[in-house]
Nanobody
Framework: QVELVESGGGVVQAGGSLRVSCSAS????????MGWFRQAPGKEREFVST????????YYADSVKGRFTISRDKAQNTVYLQMENLKPEDTAVYYC???????????????????WGQGTQVTVSS
């Protein structure tokens, strides 16, 4: 069984920065991809960013490209999302997700990820 635990959410002013982290535990944890989705009140869960666990290739939603950076520490089974120049529309619960055997065409699809964290709230005030 794989458990994902997020941390690092909080409240920040527009233009500020925040980093969220996700640590994975599980004896046989070998994801093909690990990343982040978010869900704002009254909206669908949406893709934010993900990376290929072995090769480190990264993918971003257009809305965060150039402002957010995803990275990983393979030794710690941890993925990070550094968020810069935050905007009020970035306010959401941010969920960590991991999956095995994901193909490139499904990396932005929440249904393709088998494991999810409990979510961490990010609030950007204007």
């Amino acid at each position: 069984q794989v458990e994902l635990v997020e941390s690092g959410g909080g409240v920040v002013q527009a233009g500020g920065s925040l980093r969220v982290s996700c640590s994975a535990s599980g004896r046989t944890f070998r994801p093909s991809a690990m990343g982040w989705f978010r869900q704002a009140p009254g909206k669908e869960r949406e893709f934010v960013s993900t990376l290929r666990w072995s090769g480190g290739f990264t993918y971003y939603a257009d809305s965060v490209k150039g402002r957010f950076t995803i990275s990983r520490d393979k030794a710690q089974n941890t993925v990070y999302l550094q968020m810069e120049n935050l905007k009020p529309e970035d306010t959401a619960v941010y969920y960590c997700a991991a999956g095995s055997s994901l193909i490139t065409s499904t990396l932005r699809n929440a249904d393709a990820y088998a494991y999810w964290g409990q979510g961490t709230q990010v609030t950007v005030s204007s």
